[in-house]
């Protein structure tokens, strides 16, 4: 247990839906990353976070992709209108303001649209 | 970041050293050399980061030759538990962009047999 947890551990849904997974990353780390990883290739990543301040999300998928992070503290992360493609792992990491550069990952979430 | 190439997969006994070679010619001279561990249904977790000659802790060993233009993890006995993939990874971590997200390739996976 690295101390980055994410719920939902595992998501069924249908094409069309939306859903939403949370991620409570290590309380003193103002950093906070999500990834996408596909069966057999490493994750990928999607956006970041400082704080509550979005600092890169160039990389989202689509505009079907949102993520929030409202506090500064938990984050959420969006897909709309889910399509068979977003069928993945969804993980997130986090690490301190230092300069050290171990990221935490979370369990994930395992998602997959039918 | 430097693009780094490394074995798809290996396989290994329990009790033997296990040494995986990642090459990464382009390497940057403010980049460092990363390798994390994946075990199935997890999040990756960090195992140990090196800039040149050697680097030990207490799961594993990373040799850096003098031109930095390789790295090899070493595993010493490794055991069935080891059995995961393994990833290298070389950037400017340190550098305080507020981007330092992971760029994973598709890492080596490593099986070992009893």
């Known amino acids: 247990d690295t101390g980055v947890s994410q719920d939902p551990r595992h998501k069924i849904t249908k094409r069309g839906q939306n859903v939403t997974f949370r991620c409570d990353p290590i309380s003193e780390h103002n950093r906070l990353y999500w990834y996408r990883q596909t069966l057999g290739q490493g994750p990928e990543f999607l956006t970041y976070?400082?704080?509550?301040?979005?600092?890169?999300k160039s990389r989202l998928l689509s505009d079907r992709f949102s993520a929030e992070r409202p506090k500064g503290s938990f984050s959420t992360l969006e897909i709309q209108r889910t399509e068979q493609g977003d069928s993945a792992m969804y993980l997130c990491a986090s690490i301190s303001g230092s300069s050290y550069n171990e990221q935490f990952f979370g369990p994930g979430t395992r998602l997959t649209v039918l | 970041l430097a693009k780094t190439t490394q074995p798809i997969s290996m396989d290994s006994y329990e009790g033997q050293e296990v040494n995986i070679t990642c090459s990464h010619n382009n390497i940057a001279t403010n980049d460092y050399i990363t390798w994390y561990q994946q075990f199935p249904s997890q999040g990756p977790r960090f195992i140990i980061q090196?800039?040149?000659t050697k680097v030990t802790n207490e799961v594993a060993s990373l040799f850096i030759p003098a031109d930095r233009k390789s790295s090899t993890l070493s595993l010493p006995r490794v055991s069935l538990s080891d059995t995961a993939v393994y990833y290298c990874?070389?950037?400017?971590?340190?550098?305080?962009?507020?981007?330092?997200?992971?760029?994973f390739g598709s890492g080596t996976r490593l099986q070992v047999q009893p």
């Open positions: 976070f400082q704080n509550e301040a979005q600092l890169e």
């Open positions: 090196g800039y040149k």
């Open positions: 990874l070389v950037g400017d971590f340190f550098m305080d962009t507020g981007r330092r997200a992971l760029t």
